[in-house]
């Protein structure tokens, strides 16, 4: 028996998760930021399937064929736009940190120092 | 046509956002000293735009004490469709409550904040669109885009000024809130996905619809929505990022991040409290068994936070999380007369909150080295007035008659009287507020008692400007405790409106809306197709 398309997206979705989230989970602002990422189109990929999934089905009324949902198409392009801007900041954060700390730790500390104490 | 009149829902979000663009066309100082010119045309914008958002946030607030609920339709889209706002009690009271919180800040930073970095009135502005915004939409997704405005801004804010601790804070705090707004993307689309709308008023009539698996489906959907709003809220066990961040942004910054709290607990009154409330159906009344414990929680933990706090900034930080634990509590007894209590006691706490931010750093720019560290040091440059001024806050945060905070509290306890879980509710609020009256002595005795004379005193006293500007907060205060009828009046209405949920339905669905279109949604097109 073949895989649904529903289950083969479902664990897309899940293992891109998972892996934004491990990355997340690292010490360095890098792997952190990618992580981020990840999640990020994991999350856009799941609103888009929020609108069910459909095939040969354009989001446009009035063209005699059957009718995608165009809504979450549409709620996709703004998360989109806004997790774009957001990793465009997050990155130059990323960098700003790594120059006055001397460290990419998210911590701003080396690993074998103590952390900071206030 | 529609009337100038009908346009002022849409203002309190215009008016910065263009403000905004204005200040950002005007350009930036460049961080040097030599064109300061640029730096005080910003500030006068900026104090003369907050001051027309405050007489807007006014005349809407005046408008709603009516009981009309103003629908601003975005492109005259009917509205399950088009994006609406709507401005009913409570969403003028916050945007007034914004204003009000945002002007003496703005004179405060003025003063000299805002000169530390570059486009901090721009930046300003954005956060106070966003605020705005958040207040006034009727749309869960566009509820998401204000919330990213304000906090796109907050995190440039927040690094204002810069240092190296302030990075090292900014880095955990925008990669949480990022992280809390994937999932706010996650709980948003399963919502759409079962009920097949975002908009507040419909989803309040379509979410008692959804019934069998979907609804436990639906209801993880809000739960996820939960731990977003109470993230943003500072809700035990996600409060313990808030001191560290706001402790290391810029006193000014700090003052109005008073107000960015008070959205995540706003939102989880028109999303838990009003949509997934007692109407719900199968999923009715679903976070009321946690709300209550949660909020309980966090206001014992950040009790403990403010009694073992070494730095000012940190102890403000911590009462802040405090107050948000009891407008909380007060806010899970899902009763109309509580959350009448809930609203006094946000308004009330905010404008203390903020105050206090601006008046630790004036105390502490008069200590000489030791700052804001709660130890002893060199005698303040003005201890009367700052001793009067830090007085008057703690004695309102603790909640002493006949300061505001006492009324609020008193409120709450006369709201929760009749409840089953009256005891862990009196017991909470009251031992919070004894513990945040030992904190607040310690320090206070501390700073203004505790001085050694050895230490030269070489400070001088704050500026006029900076004084007046914190004196407004808390005088803002003593305000409400003067006021307390007509705004218990005003609480109590706003309270009834935020539970008549038919009347909200009819004011933003009108005729077409409602039952018409429920049988359509949520959209599954033609099932034939179905790959």
Not at chain 1, 38 to 44: C, D, H
Not at chain 2, 8 to 26: F, G, H, K, R, Y
Not at chain 2, 252 to 275: C, D, E, N, Q, S
Not at chain 2, 309 to 324: C, E, I, K, N, Y
Request: hydrophobic share 55%; charged share 10%.
């Amino acid at each position: 028996m073949m895989p649904s398309m529903e289950f083969l997206v479902a664990t897309g979705i899940g293992w891109i998760a998972a892996c934004g989230i491990w990355l997340m989970l690292r010490g360095r602002t890098f792997p952190v930021v990618l992580g981020l990422t990840v999640l990020g189109y994991a999350v856009n990929v799941f609103i888009f399937a929020m609108g069910r999934l459909w095939s040969n089905a354009p989001p446009i009324v009035g063209s005699g064929q059957p009718i995608a949902d165009p809504l979450p198409q549409a709620l996709v392009l703004t998360a989109i736009v806004i997790g774009f801007a957001t990793t465009g900041f997050v990155i130059e954060l990323a960098l700003r940190s790594r120059y006055e700390s001397d460290t990419d730790h998210v911590d701003g500390e080396p690993e074998d120092q103590p952390g900071p104490t206030t | 046509m529609m009337g100038l009149l009908d346009q002022l829902p849409v203002m309190p979000v215009l008016l910065p956002s263009l403000t905004a663009i204005v200040l950002l066309l005007i350009g930036d100082h460049g961080g040097g000293e030599h064109n300061l010119r640029k730096l005080v045309l910003s500030s006068h914008i900026s104090i003369v735009s907050a001051l027309i958002g405050l007489v807007i946030a006014i005349q809407l607030m005046v408008q709603a004490s009516d009981g009309d609920l103003m629908v601003y339709r975005m492109g005259e889209w009917p509205a399950p469709f088009g994006i609406v706002l709507v401005v009913d009690r409570l969403s003028a009271m916050m945007l007034v409550l914004t204003s009000l919180v945002a002007l003496p800040v703005l004179l405060y930073a003025s003063g000299g904040w805002s000169g530390h970095g570059r486009y901090f009135h721009a930046l300003f502005q954005f956060q106070l669109m966003g605020l705005n915004g958040a207040f006034v939409t009727g749309d869960l997704f566009n509820l998401f885009v204000f919330f990213e405005v304000l906090l796109i801004a907050s995190y440039v804010l927040m690094m204002h000024g810069l240092g190296r601790e302030r990075l090292r804070v900014g880095v955990h705090y925008v990669v949480l809130n990022l992280s809390a707004s994937a999932l706010f993307l996650i709980g948003v689309a399963l919502l759409y996905a079962l009920t097949g709308t975002l908009n507040m008023a419909d989803l309040a009539l379509r979410v008692p619809l959804v019934t069998g698996p979907d609804a436990v489906v639906l209801q993880v959907a809000a739960l996820l929505l939960l731990v977003v709003f109470g993230f943003k809220a500072a809700l035990a066990p996600l409060s313990v990022w808030l001191p560290a961040t706001y402790a290391a942004s810029s006193a000014p910054v700090a003052a109005l991040f008073a107000i960015m709290t008070k959205v995540g607990v706003y939102a989880i009154w028109r999303v838990h409290g009003v949509i997934f409330g007692d109407t719900a159906g199968a999923s009715a009344n679903l976070v009321e068994p946690l709300l209550l414990p949660l909020a309980v929680a966090t206001s014992v933990l950040a009790v403990l936070g403010a009694l073992s706090a070494q730095t000012l900034p940190r102890l403000v930080a911590w009462l802040t999380v405090a107050s948000v634990g009891t407008l909380l509590i007060a806010l899970g007894l899902f009763e109309a007369p509580a959350w009448s209590a809930a609203m006094y006691y946000m308004a009330h706490s905010t404008l203390t909150g903020a105050g206090l931010f601006l008046l630790i750093e004036l105390v502490a720019a008069q200590r000489g080295e030791v700052g804001s560290r709660i130890e002893p040091a060199s005698p303040v440059a003005q201890p009367a007035l700052m001793g009067m001024m830090l007085l008057l806050a703690a004695a309102s945060s603790i909640g002493l008659p006949p300061l505001p905070g006492f009324i609020g509290k008193l409120m709450l306890l006369q709201a929760s009287s009749g409840h089953a879980q009256v005891v862990m509710v009196w017991a909470a609020v009251l031992l919070v507020g004894f513990a945040t009256m030992l904190g607040l002595a310690r320090a206070g005795s501390t700073l203004f008692w505790h001085v050694r004379s050895d230490l030269p005193s070489g400070a001088s006293g704050a500026s006029a400007p900076l004084v007046a500007a914190t004196g407004a907060l808390l005088a803002l205060s003593v305000a409400m405790s003067i006021f307390a009828a007509p705004l218990q009046r005003y609480t109590q209405a706003a309270a009834a409106q935020l539970l008549d949920r038919d009347a909200y339905a009819a004011a933003v669905l009108g005729e077409q809306g409602g039952a018409a279109a429920r049988t359509t949604r949520p959209y599954t097109g033609d099932r034939g197709t179905k790959p």
